[in-house]
């Protein structure tokens, strides 16, 4: 099971950017899919956004499309999540995830513990 660990998450200012990684404890070439969750307090944990492997296709969950950008750098084994313009509603704790049904909302088997972004002034 591949081991993950986010990083970059923090307290931003409204309209203010983020750029959360996930890092694999093992080559992600293989990984049919990644993506990152969120939740926030008193809600269920939601795809934000996903990436496959073959032929790099993205998927976004309509409340972030057009602020934020996944993205993969199999060299280095690593995740992103570009956050831009981020509001106070984008406030959760976001957590990488790997395997099938990362892309399908669902959720693969492997999870990271999470990384806390909180969007205040």
């Known amino acids: 099971q591949v081991q993950l660990v986010e990083s970059g998450g923090g307290l931003v200012q409204p309209g203010g950017s983020l750029r959360l990684s996930c890092a694999a404890s093992?080559?992600?070439?293989?990984?049919?899919?990644m993506g990152w969750y969120r939740q926030a307090p008193g809600k269920e944990r939601e795809l934000v956004a996903a990436?496959?492997?073959?032929?790099?296709?993205?998927r976004y969950a309509d409340s972030v499309k057009g602020r934020f950008t996944i993205s993969r750098d199999n060299a280095k084994n690593t995740v992103y999540l570009q956050m831009n313009r981020l509001n106070a509603e984008d406030t959760a704790v976001y957590y990488c995830?790997?395997?099938?049904?990362?892309?399908?909302?669902?959720?693969?088997?492997?999870w990271g513990r999470g990384t806390q972004v909180t969007v205040s002034s």
């Open positions: 995830n790997a395997g099938a049904g990362a892309y399908t909302g669902v959720g693969g088997p492997a």
């Open positions: 990436i496959i492997s073959s032929g790099g296709s993205t």
């Open positions: 093992r080559s992600i070439f293989s990984i049919n899919a």
